[in-house]
């Protein structure tokens, strides 16, 4: 739970997020609307080359736009793979042959997740998981990366060390001899209020790093490249305001990482805006544009006074030491802005739709292949100067060596899947791959074939498990309901601001979350009314959940790190041997006969236990992910899992239960007559279930739902008071709803969700009422917890 | 939140060509506004856009169900802004001052908009993957399941990412002493 300074500070940041974009909203220029219909017509509209500005920054891969209009005839015909697995489109007319196996190329990528052994985790940069900055470069023999905002170093990839005392750097290039580093983003040689921005740095070993005195002060670094001798900036000064991208660029050069020298260039491309730097295997190369009114390219935009455009030609100017500059002419082939990548056969631009390959790096043709199939979602390109790796969505990769070449590649190994979203690097044997806090490693073989989609496998440290045997039955006596509660007792030392409450076999255990960046706090109780804190140090991340398993108690913590944790007193803790599964966001529950529980990144699925201690497995929910589920309870024979799944009309969603007497295989009940609603959370009885569902949009009034067998559900008609959004909870036998109804706390048990018992109240209800927002109440075994932000309460409950 | 479309994607071209243009141009100011602010400017929402709608109209075969075609448009535009915003981290990012209004490219109103408060120039020191999160959220008004489904990632990792942005933004305007408190 937030205090209250944070939710106002939230708030207040929330607020001014929205009001960043409350302005009158900016309309669509009609020049975008005509591009979609000479998309849509086939033809080359009348948007044509005229387009708004491009700005060529350092690395952007700049579509031509009429370029992708002449393809869209092509593109109807590809056949398109997407996601690891082959979706083939009707063939239409002159669809392409398909695309064929070069043997000495790579063809697989065999994935294994490297994260717990790659990094130590005594230095791992943040509790939010490994994620790689902008670079991995391959440098004498080893690799280097940026990795939260440090610097590390490897020698094959799937083992990593900090460089101890790098700066905090940005992007960090390499020539054959020296190592070149850009500090975090701010004008270079301006004043500035950070410490590693606005500088450059020099280092011969990549240990140690010298800060070097940019060649320019004030001015903007808008592009940088090196090659193998040499490093190539681009400096334009700021002027009245306007952006530095129109403002004529100058390259400074440098041999040696440490002293710089002015460029001597042609007056076009002294005048030349909108500069880039890109090197190829023959010197740099700088494209930009010149104004000019005979020009074929147009540059417009808007502005207070309405459309401007400027006309000019893209112009390109060849060094082969970044001294001295000419003209240069790199052929049709090429696009408006360059972006290079080094093979051991050739350089190559971007694969997607009109990529070209160059032997020497001056002269450049057309490749063999084309893959524009790719060319929707994340597009990526790296290269180790031996192969250049390209990216698509899915993610799928294709391998190239700069001749023009390229093979998509299998994805193999001993993980589920690859999380999307990610970004990799190409290193030599394989590629690095980092998403979903997590990096793995691609072992590149070549001249095999293995499956087209990843092997079913465990997931991260987890196996897939065993169909095991229905719960086992236990023998329940008939639980008595409660019929009223005796005199309310303050807890002095009880768990405040507690937000889940497990009992176990030997007490109760609570967990109170805590703000961002905070630590969880939890208590230990053999009665629920004695209560003692357990060290804050046992534990990580700042928010938690806990459940029972059997004679132990199990607690899984997530953001600001995720750990499971185990205690067979509720005192001592001791950490999983499973690791650092990704448990968490969800409810967990279990007993003695086992645990279900929902991961929380970065493959999403439910996981359950015999006994949460030592061996976990992962499951799937038929038809859907875990991302579907929203809450899961544990009551007699069964574990229910609720949620969301797509309605039975197109485009709607309905609410849905999951049922599973073993918590690895699980059954769907869809409940359709809830059309646009989805199930939110689940309390579980000793006869039954509770759930609440809201509209799948997020807003709305709730409707409370019961079920006797978690697979059939009825709205909840009764005479209670309470309403959906009162305070529920439960603990397998009593379900319980409060809320503060005619100015008095009303509370009311259930053993089904069905028959609902009012309890009365006795003793001070006052600080209660006085504190509904932040009010909990969790069932215990002989009566009631209530909590607030500030206290506790105690409640012992009579029975019927 | 997306306006729904529901025009069925036709099978002829001339139809398929004018179910396409209608579908993508109920989503244009969407699509365009989300650029926008992401972005940090018109010209690049328009660069943007269009690659979105190239890339869609190339790739329109993927889709199979219309009805679902403001989520899939959604995504290609998330996917290229987030191209983008990943791949400007090589360069310096480019201070705008308030009130400029020197032509041509002054009185842009995305960046006179994340110009006229500290959040908007912060935002572009977020990883990308954060800001397209952000700029889902609090720009197009979207929820985290809704994210979720636009970016195809489990909605886990869409909190952790909005967690993480806004974690970030506090302590950076805690440095500026610029929140409430």
New interface residues.
Partial sequence: MKHD?EL???L???S??????Q????Q??G???T???S????AEGS?GPA?????P???????R?PK??A??GL??A?V?A?AGTL?V?TPRPNEPAATPRHPDLWSALEWHDITATAFPASSQPGS?GI?I???VIVWNGGLLADIGGSLWSSTDGQTWHPVGGAPAL??VLATKDWLFG?GL????GSPSTCSSEGSIWHSADGVAWESVQAPFSGD?????AASNTSVVMLASPIT???????SPTTPYVSSDGATWAKATVPADMAGATQANVTSTRAGFVVSGFVADPAGDIEW??????GQ?S?KGFERYWFSADGLAWSTYDPGPAVGQAMRVYRGSLGDAMSPVLDGVHSADGLHWTLDETNL??D??????ESSDGTEILFQG?GPVFTIGLGDGRWQRLQNGGDIGSL???G?SWVVPGGVIYDG??RVYYGKAVTGMTVTQTLHPGPTITLPPGPTLEPLPSISLAPAAGWSGLGVLQKLPDGPSGAESVAAWAHGYVAVRNAP??GKITVWNSPDGRTWTGVPAATFTGSSAVVAAAGDSVVLAS??DGNGVWVSADGTDWTPSPIGKP?I??RPMVGDGRGMVAV????Q?QLVYSGNGSDTWYTTTIPGA???NVQSIALSGDRFVAVGRMPGTS??TWAPAAWTSTDGATWKQSLVSDAPGEGFVSILAGRNGFVATSKP???GGTATLWSSPDGAAWHRVGTSMPLGPDAVFAGDGTHILGCDVVGGALSCWSSLDGEVWTSLPLQGDTSQLIAARTTLRVFPLRDGVLFVTADGVWFGQAAAH | ?EG?A?VALATTVRDE??D??AL??AE??GA??LA??LLGG??????A???A??????????LR?P??FAAWFG??VS?VC???L????????????DG???????????R???A??E??RL?R?L?P?QQVV?GL???RDL????I?ER???????V??RL??A??S??KD?DRQGK???
Wanted: aromatic share 8%.
């Fill in positions: 300074d106002d500070r939230d207040d940041l929330e001014r997020m929205h009001r960043i974009s302005d009158p909203e900016p669509v220029p020049r975008v609307y591009f979609v219909q998309v849509a017509s086939g948007y387009r708004s500005k491009l700005r920054l350092a690395g952007t891969r700049l579509l736009m992708l209009v393809l869209t593109a109807a590809v398109l997407v979706l489109t939010e994620t900055g902008t670079s940005d992007n850009i983003q701010c004008p270079v903007f670094l808008v592009s940088y009245s305001g306007s952006d530095p991208g129109w417009g935009g808007e502005n207070a006074s401007f400027v524009s199939q060319a929707v979602g994340m597009i990526q969505e999380p999307r979203g970004q979903g806090g961002a960046g997530w953001n990704p968490g966001d991961e929380d990144d970065p999403y992910s875990a991302d197109s485009g799948a949009n997020g | 939140m729904a529901r060509s004018a396409f243009v993508v141009q244009l100011p365009y506004r926008g602010y018109a010209e690049d929402a328009d660069d856009t269009c690659e709608v190239a890339r869609a109209w190339q790739a329109r075969g993927k169900d009805d679902r995504r290609i996917n987030y191209d983008r990943r791949q400007r981290r090589g360069i310096r990012t480019i201070e705008i001052e400029m209004t020197a032509d041509p490219v002054a009185r842009d109103p995305f006179d908009a994340l006229r408060d959040v908007g935002i020191r990883p993957d952000v959220r609090f720009w929820s985290l399941d809704e979720a970016l195809d990632l489990p909605l886990g990792t909190k952790s967690h993480y806004m974690r933004l506090r305007l929140v409430s408190r």
